[in-house]
């Protein structure tokens, strides 16, 4: 079945520690996004990247970074600079920024 | 700069009620326009979509949504609601390569 798939569901960080979410898409898209979700405050964009080998910030990029060695793949790192991590984390893709977007199951992260 | 507007914040319908989400974008052409819908802890389902032609677009569940130029609004509507659609949704602008959402708006359905 093609879909995105983020993992893991749930991840658990001490506070000063890096951490990545895995985000794979199987439906050959050309683009793709992470976004930021809180309570009240709808999806925030973090990166996104419209072909392999390049991305661009986004509106909350600070303390984060990502890279796209592969089409199907766009791990996230949050870093320990980013000084209020836990948050629900969504990864999209799509054939390009215009045509609807897919996103994953996303990974909730929680900084202990 | 492209901004997506849902005014409402949570809306609370009886089962079998219509249901009327308002989604207001701020964009110099026509963009193209999505809703989307979010159980919780899931990601986001897309429900329909408006690139052009008619104004009126059918999509999943029953639900349609239509695109008003002159008020720049693409607001989503059922005609009876069920209890399954209680649900978050999120209204969202496509544009220069980008995705811009609304902050959503919480459906409760009541018995």
């Known amino acids: 079945d093609g879909g995105i798939t983020q993992s893991p569901k749930y991840l658990f960080r001490k506070e000063g520690q890096n951490v990545t979410l895995s985000c794979e898409q199987n439906l050959n898209h050309d683009a793709m996004y992470w976004y930021r979700q809180d309570p009240g405050q709808g999806l925030r964009l973090i990166y996104y990247?419209?072909?392999?080998?390049?991305?661009q910030k986004g509106d909350i990029a600070e303390g984060y970074s990502v890279s796209r060695e592969k089409k199907e793949s766009f791990p996230l790192t949050v870093t320990s600079a980013q000084k209020n991590p836990t948050a629900f984390y969504l990864c999209?893709?799509?054939?390009?920024?215009?045509?609807?977007?897919?996103f994953g199951q996303g990974t909730r992260l929680t900084v202990v | 700069a492209q901004s997506v507007t849902q005014p409402d914040i949570h809306i609370t319908v009886s089962e079998g009620a219509s249901l009327e989400l308002r989604c207001n974008y701020s964009?110099?052409?026509?963009?193209?326009l999505f809703w989307y819908v979010q159980s919780p802890g899931q990601g986001l389902q897309l429900l329909l979509k408006y690139f052009s032609g008619d104004t009126l677009v059918q999509g999943i569940k029953g639900f349609e949504a239509e695109f008003k130029r002159s008020q720049s609004s693409f607001n989503l509507r059922k005609p009876s609601v069920h209890w399954s659609d209680a649900a978050e949704y999120f209204c969202?602008?496509?544009?220069?390569?980008?995705?811009?959402f609304g902050t959503g708006t919480s459906l409760t359905v009541i018995p």
């Open positions: 999209a893709s799509s054939f390009s920024g215009d045509t609807e977007a897919f």
């Open positions: 969202a602008v496509g544009a220069q390569n980008q995705f811009y």
């Open positions: 990247s419209q072909i392999v080998n390049d991305f």
């Open positions: 964009y110099g052409a026509t963009p193209y």
